[in-house]
């Protein structure tokens, strides 16, 4: 059974780059497609974008020109960096796991979360 | 993108019967997932492919899906059922994959 543990920097000043890693403990890295979600008060759930164990990447195109996740299959890691950060960043970050299936999919599970709070 | 809507709020007495709506065009085309994220706690699962529930989700949690609109209901509520619930759609198509939330209310 996955299970996803999260860290990275909770604090950061506007303008510098936000990063997040995620370990996957259990089940096979190379069958799911692993993704970062955020939740902010007036936004809900926003999907960042993921990655597949080869590095295949996909992004929401409203972050893609400052996201970049990457993966280290080595470790059964993978890893959020998001630049130029902005009070509007603010937000819980998720790792999570999509499942893919025919043409569709869920995320399940998450990881604990980590409070990214951007201010000077 | 492909806009997914829920109420903001429903509020509902202990032991009744909550439904918490997600619209969207030709939904019932699509399948729908519902997760509950209680506060302070990581979104949980707890209906996918429509109507089938996880492992270790109670059998008062059931989802259906039809033309415009999916329905997550929840039978004889409890106070722990308190929370916020989003629905998810995934066609590879779309860049806002949840809808915007409900809050659930246990008067």
Same mark, same amino acid.
């Given at each position: 059974?996955?299970?996803?543990?999260?860290?990275?920097?909770?604090?950061?000043?506007?303008?510098?780059?936000?990063?997040?890693? &995620?370990?996957?403990?259990?089940?096979?890295?190379?069958?799911?497609?692993?993704?970062?979600?955020?939740?902010?008060?007036?936004?809900?759930?926003?999907?960042?974008?993921?990655?597949?164990?080869?590095?295949?990447?996909?992004?929401?195109?409203?972050?893609?020109?400052?996201?970049?996740?990457?993966?280290?299959?080595?470790?059964?890691?993978?890893?959020?960096?998001?630049?130029?950060?902005?009070?509007?960043?603010?937000?819980?970050?998720? &790792?999570?796991?999509?499942?893919?299936?025919?043409?569709?999919?869920?995320?399940?599970?998450?990881?604990?979360?980590?409070?990214?709070?951007?201010?000077? | 993108?492909?806009? $997914?809507?829920?109420?903001?709020?429903?509020?509902? %007495?202990?032991?009744?019967?909550?439904?918490?709506?997600?619209?969207?065009?030709?939904?019932?085309?699509?399948?729908?997932?519902? =997760?509950?994220?209680?506060?302070?706690? %990581?979104?949980? @699962?707890?209906? =996918?492919?429509?109507?089938?529930?996880?492992?270790?989700?109670?059998?008062?949690?059931?989802?259906?899906?039809?033309?415009?609109?999916?329905? @997550?209901?929840?039978?004889?509520?409890? %106070?722990?059922?308190? %929370?916020? =619930?989003?629905?998810?759609?995934?066609?590879?198509?779309?860049? $806002?994959?949840?809808?915007?939330?409900?809050? $659930?209310?246990? @008067?």
């Amino acid at each position: 059974q996955v299970q996803l543990q999260q860290w990275g920097a909770g604090l950061l000043k506007p303008s510098e780059t936000l990063s997040l890693t &995620c370990a996957v403990y259990g089940g096979s890295f190379s069958a799911f497609y692993w993704s970062w979600i955020r939740r902010t008060p007036g936004r809900g759930l926003e999907w960042i974008g993921e990655i597949n164990h080869s590095g295949s990447v996909n992004y929401n195109p409203s972050l893609k020109s400052r996201a970049t996740i990457s993966v280290d299959t080595s470790k059964n890691q993978f890893s959020l960096k998001l630049s130029s950060v902005t009070a509007a960043d603010t937000a819980v970050y998720y &790792c999570a796991t999509r499942i893919a299936v025919s043409g569709t999919g869920w995320f399940d599970p998450w990881g604990q979360g980590t409070l990214v709070t951007v201010s000077s | 993108s492909y806009v $997914l809507t829920q109420p903001p709020s429903v509020s509902v %007495a202990p032991g009744k019967t909550a439904r918490i709506t997600c619209e969207g065009n030709n939904i019932g085309s699509k399948s729908v997932h519902w =997760y509950q994220q209680k506060s302070g706690q %990581a979104p949980v @699962l707890v209906i =996918y492919y429509d109507s089938d529930r996880p492992s270790g989700i109670p059998e008062r949690f059931s989802g259906s899906n039809s033309g415009n609109s999916a329905t @997550l209901t929840i039978s004889r509520v409890e %106070a722990g059922d308190e %929370a916020d =619930y989003f629905c998810q759609v995934w066609d590879g198509s779309s860049d $806002l994959p949840f809808g915007g939330g409900t809050k $659930l209310t246990v @008067l």
